[in-house]
């Protein structure tokens, strides 16, 4: 298709980047649309990239609260302030905690 040169009216290619009689730039076959889709697919990565992130830092809080709490169960067994009766009870309420958290989390805490 020929186009009508907007610089000195002569007719041109519409596929040439500009006119071929005065060099003035084809203003049909501007990068306006592949800047667009440019920024189309910056978006989009930068959008994937956002939910990668957010996915690999949302971690359960339930998990967190679970995973303290045996930590401070651990504590407890381990304090040597406390007589070695209330130690073992501790340990056999941790050992309890940490085999529920398993079986909830598949992990260990
Ligand atoms: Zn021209």
Known sequence: MMIKCTECGKEYSDQAKAC????APNTTKSGGCLKAVIGLVVMVVVFVII???LR????DPQEVIDSEAIKECRKAENDELLD???RRLARDACDLMEKRYNEKYGHAP
């Open 20 to 23: 071929v009689h005065c060099g």
């Open 51 to 53: 939910v990668i992130a």
């Open 56 to 59: 690999a830092y949302t971690i």
């Open 84 to 86: 070695i009766s209330a």
